[in-house]
């Protein structure tokens, strides 16, 4: 007999749903039943998502979320659970990168991608937990919450033109590992995927360029992944039935990291 996940009854919030992966996670996980919501700070975009999900038979809500805007993070958590329910899903994904050597960094480049990869992570983690936490104090049988951190497989392995963004995503790595730690007796497990190279509308471009060549030959299969390479290991975490994974940090890079 076959099984599948089913997050019917499940609240989701992802950060950074207006393109890319967080798209993708927003899909995936309306079509597994979940009830989504869409945040970033493009709403226009978050708006024809909600319209392909509602045509799918999903539900889904947008929130404005600006993720290195403490004020705004909190606005948006309170707004998600005035509209859609008690958050029992958080996919932590929104992120920005430069490419340049370590030596070029300027103040202005190391605040952007720290501000969203790690600061912004960080506090939307914690806002979203807080609540977590709040509702599962007192109770004799724990909730099953999931906090989904998504971090790179250059948070592991430093990679070169993109030390900056490597630190960030390390660091989100770590804090991962402490969140698990501190907030799993709550019900809370926080794991993170770290994705290797994956094909998305932002650098679609890219593989098509002699540097993109370049790189491609570099990667253990000459291939980069797809958005939806990731469909299985997000819904598991995702799922009930992840209750025994908390703390990991797992690479979906196609063997990129044994190289």
Do not use: C
């Amino acid at each position: 007999m076959g099984r599948s996940i089913n997050l019917e009854g499940k609240v989701a919030l992802i950060t950074g749903a207006s393109s890319g992966l967080g798209k993708r996670f927003a899909l995936v996980l309306s079509q597994a039943g979940a009830k989504v919501v869409l945040a970033s700070r493009r709403v226009d975009r978050l708006k024809e998502l909600r319209a392909e999900i509602e045509a799918s038979g999903g539900a889904a809500h947008v929130v404005s979320l600006d993720v290195t805007d403490y004020q705004s993070i909190k606005a948006a958590v309170a707004h998600a659970e005035t509209e859609a329910g008690t958050i029992d899903i958080l996919v932590n994904n929104s992120g920005v990168s430069t490419t340049q050597k370590l030596s070029e960094v300027t103040p202005a480049d190391y605040e952007y991608v720290f501000d969203t990869n790690t600061r912004g992570a960080f506090f939307v983690a914690q806002e979203v937990a807080k609540r977590m936490i709040m509702r599962s104090a007192g109770t004799a049988q724990k909730p099953a919450y999931r906090i989904i951190n998504i971090a790179s497989v250059a948070g592991l392995r430093v990679l070169p033109q993109i030390g900056l963004y490597s630190m960030s995503k390390a660091a989100v790595v770590h804090m991962t590992r402490a969140m698990a730690l501190e907030w799993g007796r709550h019900g809370i497990n926080v794991n993170a995927i770290a994705p290797g190279y994956i094909d998305t509308e932002i650098n679609h471009h890219h593989w098509s360029t002699d540097q993109g060549q370049k790189l491609l030959s570099m990667l253990p299969r000459r291939r980069v992944g797809r958005p939806e390479d990731l469909d299985g290991l997000l819904l598991l975490l995702a799922a009930d039935e992840s209750q025994f994974i908390n703390g990991a940090v797992i690479a979906a890079d196609d063997g990129f990291g044994l190289a």
